[in-house]
């Protein structure tokens, strides 16, 4: 699809409203993210720590980043383009998309069009097929054709994935173009489903088709206030709720928002509405409402507040879409890095579900399948909580006494043959049981292999608890309150 | 989320934070948790208050570790790793996971040379991770945490459940608390 990416270069710069020719740096996590022309001449690159930039340029000026600043500066770029390329959806502060070929055709061609928008604000434009060459394509503001002639001789580092272009590096691939060239099959092999999308990047494919299988209506969540509501950051409260009532209400669906529209209403009848691109869950959706209210800054008080969930795809979150923090994406591309090098079985993430046992009531997902959305809910039968820490992988067989040195049975009506008094597991030193309470018991499977058990626990005099198994006359610890 | 990272501390649960001699988990710091019984409750609690903030948390080679506990103690399940069988490769796959989330745990399984250990540490200081450790690590840990004396209540004779014991905890100087 013919994408244009509007660029505003150095936009966490440009926003912060300094002369021109003054030398300044914004850094974020301690690295350079932006610097002006003037410090760029002076040296003064990106990734450089403050150090080194300040050392490079002396007399630089040094800013943290504030992106509910860019975006509050960003607002009234967005509105001059708006005014005549309406559907445009913001990617993030300083930079835009927007599908290109309605507005092409409108101004009389793509290039017709990129003029229009550099003469309403300062914006560098590029169009190609898809978001990530028309990203490339904006930084040098040309039309692209042939994507994968286009991206042929950029870098791999601009596929934004800093471990993989590392090993591409050191196994000699530099480009782009020479990693499209590799075969799909050992791309996948050695890198994985991550590596596979971003060779399809490389090779000019669009990075999300739009899947919609079975179309999902378009979700919305919308807050009405009675009373207009002056303050930005009482609306924002409000928003914030408003987000995570829509996440949840995806997430139960099994996806995530890939495109938000976030709309407000004054009570002068002024409404404002704007389109933001990205996987977002419930906290990026709430900045992202922040920052709109910080950059429209309503004249009246606000009447309404509402978030469409426009454009959704299904899916693991943090692995497809990097995640919506910080500490999500890092932690997303450490787990994949982990799992190339133990294996797609050996990461696991967890989620609780329905059933009868501790080990039952688990369910564990390998990292980068999605999450099952399920109900725990309380079972007959099951043991009782506060659930025990350790859940023995393989249950130990154990001995139980009563005070005859009989071993303790269950009746068919679920009474115990005899209290407990000693109890040893795995072959192991008798102690004393000083309390203990049960059966719990459950008859699954009558239709098959019938499996009927009761459950103990059982608390010795080493003040060890464990939760007992009795299942055809063998008793196991199946888990301990460690 | 953000002034975690500044003031360098993850936090946690309230009944912890009299425990801890600086109230939270001070980031690139090594904890030992150690006791017969009782250092996996611990572990978890020591979880809870911080991924309910929004930290990752990973556990490596405790495939006993009981994820209904976990959720019960307040840890959130949707960014809690597990590697119950990391192999041969584990120290490897610490390292990777050191790099990426902010609270890891080593089950007891793995054998460490006091080299390895002490680049972990050091890793681990680097990158302002926290790592949980136990009882057997060949180098001395920033911060030991010893779980004993577990008294029990609410299970007597043929009726009632284990409802919440009472354990020491003693962390440079003795201190009482409440575990379900």
Known sequence: MRTLVAWAPDWPVASAGFPPDTAVAVLADRRVVAASEAARREGVRLGLRRREAESRCPGLVVLERDLAAEARAFEPVVAAVAAFCPRLAIIRPGLLALDARGPARYFGGEEALCRRIADAAPLRCGIADGHFAATLAARQGVVVQDNRTFLAPFGVEVLERPELADLLRRLGIHTLGAFADLPTASVIARFGADGARAQALARGEEDHPLRTEAPVEALARTTVFDDPVDRVDVAALAGRSLATDLAEALADRGVVCSLLRIEAETEHGESLSRLWRGGLGPDAMAERLRWQLDGWAPTAGITLLRLVAEEVVGGSQPALWGGTSAADRRAARGLDRLRGILGPDAVFTAALRGGRGPADRVVLVPWGEPRPRLQPAPWPGCHPQPAPAMVHPNPLRAEVTDADGEPVAVSARGSPSGAPERLSVDGGPWSDVVAWSGPWTSDERWWGERRRRARFQILTSDRVAHLCLLERGQWWIEATYD | ?180
Request: glycine fraction near 12%; hydrophobic fraction near 45%.
């Open chain 2, 1 to 180: 989320m953000c002034s975690l990272h500044s003031v360098g501390m993850l936090t946690v649960v309230p009944p912890l934070q009299e425990i801890l001699p600086d109230g939270g988990l001070r980031r690139g710091s090594v904890l030992c948790l150690s006791g017969a019984i009782g250092s996996t409750s611990l572990l978890l609690a020591l979880l809870s208050g911080a991924t309910a903030e929004g930290s990752w948390a990973a556990v490596v080679g405790l495939p006993g570790l009981g994820v209904e506990a976990a959720a019960g103690f307040g840890v959130a399940l949707e960014r809690l790793v597990l590697v119950p069988y990391p192999g041969t490769v584990w120290l490897e796959a610490v390292a990777t996971l050191i790099d990426a989330i902010d609270l890891v745990a080593i089950g007891s399984s793995g054998r460490c040379r006091p080299n390895d250990a002490r680049r972990l540490a050091a890793r681990v200081r680097d990158r302002g991770a926290i790592l949980l450790v136990p009882r057997a690590w060949p180098v001395s840990p920033d911060l030991s945490l010893e779980v004993s004396a577990p008294r029990w209540s609410g299970l007597d004779a043929g009726y009632g459940t284990l409802t919440r014991r009472r354990v020491t905890v003693r962390c440079a100087g003795e201190r009482q608390l409440w575990l379900p």
